[in-house]
């Protein structure tokens, strides 16, 4: 936590000696004739560090012993305890500035958004069980019916706990219905060029997986194509199955009603451009109308096959 600044080379019996006139610590400014020791509480000391640098090629380790001879600590364990302050308020700050960034905002609401449908899938499925427990023999459809199917023929015969139940899966509908508008109009204000290729939802989802914004630009267009497809990807390394072609981008429906031999490179233009989407997004925050046209005719032209 110091930056050095450096005086000229200084000739000394044929050789050169570099002499250093400050070295800056998080603590205070230490210097060839004493120390000055910076004042402040926690707050400020962490604020003292967000402004220090150093360069490897001036870098002097730095002694704990300097802190007390600067009257900052009186000794090692208050050295630390005090650092561990600084510090820790340090983490925090970082702790609550990323959280205050738009995009990581939108990921909880992605996975609010995935947790919900989880919910909602797991307490048809149950309701589905508890049905045909209460309903046994030969059924006009397979058992492997859509659950959500056993609520909606059961909605105007339930009573008690059962209606409850499906009352909870109609809110748990509704809570998703706010969700994915929310998270469509948050998707189009961080994202906006991703946003235009591939949608809100399905762009929000791509930036879930990646875990940030950042994240999300630094992916080669390779990992954007299978992004979701974990599963799948596992799988191939570890038996030789064929390997993944897309992931979430499967969601887009340029993908999934392409013609099964196109899917592949459809998902790889798509991807490709996604990875161009991502940066502009990133550094730029603005749609590039010049962008996108190009990137909507290339994705056009692998869907024709051409």
Same mark, same amino acid.
């Given at each position: 936590m110091g930056m050095l600044r450096k005086k000229g080379p200084r000739i000394s019996s044929g050789r050169a000696h570099i002499t250093y006139s400050m070295q800056r610590y998080w603590f205070g400014d230490v210097t060839e004739s004493g120390c000055i020791r910076a004042e402040g509480d926690a707050p400020a000391l962490a604020a003292r560090v967000s402004t220090l640098a150093t360069g490897m090629e001036g870098f002097v380790p730095? /002694?704990?012993?300097?802190a007390e001879e600067c009257g900052a600590v009186k000794d090692r364990a208050g050295y630390l305890a005090r650092l561990r302050e600084v510090?820790?308020?340090?983490?925090?700050?970082?702790?609550?500035?990323?959280?205050? %960034?738009g995009d990581a905002v939108l990921i909880q609401k992605v996975r609010m958004l995935e947790d919900v449908d989880r919910a909602a899938n797991l307490v048809a499925e149950r309701f589905q069980e508890w049905d045909l427990a209460l309903h046994p023999g030969p059924r006009d459809e397979p058992r492997e019916a859509a659950p959500r199917r056993a609520l909606e023929q059961a909605r105007g015969r339930a009573e008690g706990a059962r209606a409850s139940v499906i009352a909870s899966v109609d809110g748990l509908a509704l809570a998703r219905a706010a969700l994915v508008q929310e998270?469509? @109009?948050s998707a189009g204000e961080i994202l906006p060029n991703c946003t235009a290729l591939v949608g809100g939802l399905v762009a929000a989802r791509?930036?879930? @997986? @990646?875990?940030?914004?950042? @994240?999300?630009? %630094?992916?080669?267009?390779?990992?954007?194509?299978?992004?979701?497809? /974990?599963a799948a990807l596992f799988a191939h390394l570890r038996t030789g199955s064929p390997p993944p072609k897309h992931g979430i981008l499967y969601q887009h429906h340029r993908v999934h009603n392409a013609p099964r031999g196109r899917r592949g490179k459809v998902? &790889?233009?798509l991807a490709?451009?996604?990875?161009i989407a991502a940066r502009l997004d990133r550094y730029r925050g603005t749609r590039d109308?010049?962008?996108?046209?190009?990137?909507?005719?290339?994705? &056009?032209?692998?869907?024709?096959?051409?």
């Open positions: 730095l /002694r704990w012993e300097q510090t820790s308020f340090l983490a925090e700050q970082k702790i609550q500035d990323w959280y205050a %960034r998270v469509s @109009a791509l930036l879930s @997986a @990646a875990g940030s914004l950042d @994240a999300l630009a %630094r992916l080669p267009a390779a990992s954007l194509q299978v992004l979701g497809a /974990r998902a &790889r233009t490709a451009r996604l990875a109308e010049e962008f996108l046209k190009k990137a909507d005719e290339a994705v &056009r032209r692998a869907g024709r096959g051409t």
